[in-house]
């Protein structure tokens, strides 16, 4: 493992995708066992995407782990999928992992109707879990959560809103399979804000892959700004990214 520091990010790049996930989720588990020492319960934060299969794999199989005190909620939704369509990432997180560990508690966003009533539905939960750990990626147009860069804002007031996609993050839908072409990857979405990830006390992102090398590179090199959400991680305390040698190769 290699590891260096940009600004308050922690970055270590491991010698394959499967060692990334491993750490990551040890790490997040030992985190997780840290804070349960003084708090009866957590609330955490999951991205749903391909890149996280690893660590979700890890954190399922881990048995150490005392779910029952733990709240989970996910970070963003598509708008207009029915429910139960498998490319929403509700259901992505169901199949790797909510639905195989005894959660105290599954928050779901539900993106099928009403997108303002929902995100004030969600954002009272929030402020009534403050969350603890986030365990996220970033995407190919450097976005966390899908504040993609037209719509991310560092200093956003709300804790949730809709956004509309913009043409990377789209395509990257369709990279990872979620979607067979780009006219499918629905236009409109509702995510966690910028402010309401980096209120946890914990990140831990990762980052695997040839197609994120790029956003990777950004993260860690480019001034911080909306231009490249993810380099808001470089302002926040309790922050690690983790990649393979894939997504490590244009550092």
Same mark, same amino acid.
Request: some cysteine; hydrophobic content about 40%; proline content about 8%.
């Given at each position: 493992m290699k590891s260096l520091q940009a600004g308050k990010l922690a970055v270590k790049i491991y010698d394959s995708r499967a060692e990334m996930g491993a750490a990551a989720a040890a790490d997040v588990a030992a985190c997780m066992r840290k804070l349960l020492e003084t708090k009866e319960t957590i609330n955490m934060i999951f991205a749903a995407a391909p890149s996280q299969n690893e660590v979700l794999a890890a954190l399922k199989a881990d048995k150490t782990i005392e779910w029952n005190r733990v709240n989970?909620?996910?970070?963003?939704?598509?708008? /207009?999928?029915?429910?139960?369509?498998?490319?929403? %990432?509700?259901? %992505?997180?169901?199949?790797?992992? %909510?639905? @195989?560990?005894?959660?105290? +508690?599954?928050?779901?966003?539900?993106? +099928?109707?009403?997108?303002?009533?929902?995100?004030?539905?969600?954002?009272?939960?929030?402020? *009534?879990?403050?969350?603890?750990?986030?365990?996220? /990626?970033?995407?190919? *147009?450097? @976005?966390?959560?899908? *504040?993609?860069?037209?719509?991310?804002?560092? @200093?956003?007031?709300?804790?949730?809103?809709?956004?509309?996609?913009?043409?990377?993050?789209?395509?990257?839908?369709?990279?990872? /399979?979620?979607?067979?072409?780009?006219d499918d990857v629905p236009e409109m979405a509702l995510t966690l804000t910028v402010t309401q990830l980096a209120s946890a006390a914990y990140r831990f992102c990762v980052v695997p892959a040839p197609t994120k090398a790029e956003a990777v590179?950004?993260?860690?090199?480019?001034?911080? /700004?909306?231009?490249?959400?993810?380099?808001?991680?470089?302002?926040?305390?309790?922050?690690?990214?983790?990649?393979?040698?894939?997504?490590?190769?244009l550092l």
């Open positions: 989970a909620f996910h970070m963003d939704e598509y708008v /207009g999928l029915p429910k139960g369509a498998p490319q929403r %990432f509700s259901e %992505f997180l169901k199949n790797a992992l %909510f639905d @195989h560990v005894p959660l105290r +508690s599954v928050n779901l966003i539900d993106g +099928s109707e009403g997108a303002e009533a929902e995100c004030a539905r969600y954002s009272a939960l929030l402020e *009534n879990y403050p969350v603890d750990i986030v365990v996220m /990626g970033i995407g190919e *147009n450097g @976005h966390i959560a899908f *504040n993609d860069p037209p719509v991310a804002d560092f @200093h956003d007031p709300l804790r949730m809103k809709p956004v509309k996609l913009d043409d990377v993050c789209r395509m990257q839908q369709v990279h990872d /399979g979620c979607f067979p072409t780009f590179r950004r993260t860690v090199n480019d001034p911080i /700004g909306e231009a490249c959400p993810a380099t808001v991680m470089r302002e926040l305390d309790g922050t690690t990214m983790y990649l393979d040698p894939d997504s490590a190769a």
